[in-house]
């Protein structure tokens, strides 16, 4: 199996494009202080399903930013929203369906996508190499 996860090259992936912004490839919860002008990324795994000789994997990116009700809050909530979404455009076999504002932790504006990735089924793979070798 490979040393990353599809969560962490994700997170890897908007962390290498986007070096100001605080990422996390796990469920992160709002933090209790986030500076004016900060960003941070979660990516998790939201589901997992089979599909033959093959994995569906559907992730959630949760883009946090504290941001004021002005143009220039708004105009800082769209750069970070781009920032994550060229990210996941330059990774081949990943799409994004799905881009949704939110109000996280009463204090903080960002967006919540959905990811999907389809993936070899590695489990039966191991499995099958397994049984060949008895």
């Given at each position: ?23 996390k ?22 589901s ?16 946090l ?69 008895v």
């Amino acid at each position: 199996m490979s040393d990353l996860t599809l969560r962490e090259k994700v997170a890897s992936q908007i962390k290498s494009d986007n070096p100001e912004f605080i990422v996390k490839a796990f469920a992160a919860a709002a933090p209790d202080n986030l500076g004016a002008g900060k960003v941070q990324v979660a990516v998790w795994r939201e589901s997992l399903a089979p599909n033959q000789l093959s994995l569906d994997h559907n992730l959630t990116v949760q883009v946090l930013t504290k941001v004021a009700n002005t143009l220039k809050g708004e105009e800082a909530l769209d750069i970070a929203l781009d920032g994550v979404l060229l990210s996941i455009e330059r990774m081949p076999g990943v799409l994004w369906t799905n881009a949704e504002r939110a109000v996280f932790d009463e204090k903080y504006v960002g967006y919540q996508l959905t990811l999907k990735i389809v993936s070899p089924n590695v489990y039966k793979t191991l499995v099958r190499e397994e049984q060949k070798a008895v």
